[in-house]
Nanobody, 125 residues
Framework: QVHLVESGGGLVQAGGSLRLSCTAS????????MGWFRQAPGKEREFVAA????????YYTDSDEGRFSISRDSANLSVYLQMNSLKPEDTAVYYC??????????????????WGQGTQVTVSS
């Protein structure tokens, strides 16, 4: 079992920045992808960003690319999400994810085997 622990959420004003962190532990092994999803109140969970562990290719939504940056620390099985120019509509619970198998679905829930408990990000206007 892979255990994911997120940190770094909080309350920030619009235009501000936050950096989310996530570390895999337990029976962790090298993932194929790690990523971030978010779920706002009353909305479905949606993809935010992903990183291919081998090679470090990164993937974003069109709306977030340029504001968000995902990175990894391979030695510590950690992934980070740097979020800049935050908007009130970025308010959500952010979830870290871990894909233990090869997948084409790294932008979708079904591509991931393990999920963190979530960390709240609140952006005030």
């Amino acid at each position: 079992q892979v255990h994911l622990v997120e940190s770094g959420g909080g309350l920030v004003q619009a235009g501000g920045s936050l950096r989310l962190s996530c570390t895999a532990s337990g029976r962790a092994f090298t993932p194929y992808f790690m990523g971030w999803f978010r779920q706002a109140p009353g909305k479905e969970r949606e993809f935010v960003a992903a990183i291919r562990w081998s090679g470090g290719d990164t993937y974003y939504t069109d709306s977030d690319e340029g504001r968000f940056s995902i990175s990894r620390d391979s030695a510590n099985l950690s992934v980070y999400l740097q979020m800049n120019s935050l908007k009130p509509e970025d308010t959500a619970v952010y979830y870290c994810t871990f894909a233990g198998k090869p997948t084409y679905y790294y932008r979708s829930d079904e591509g991931y085997d393990y999920w963190g408990q979530g960390t709240q990000v609140t952006v005030s206007s």
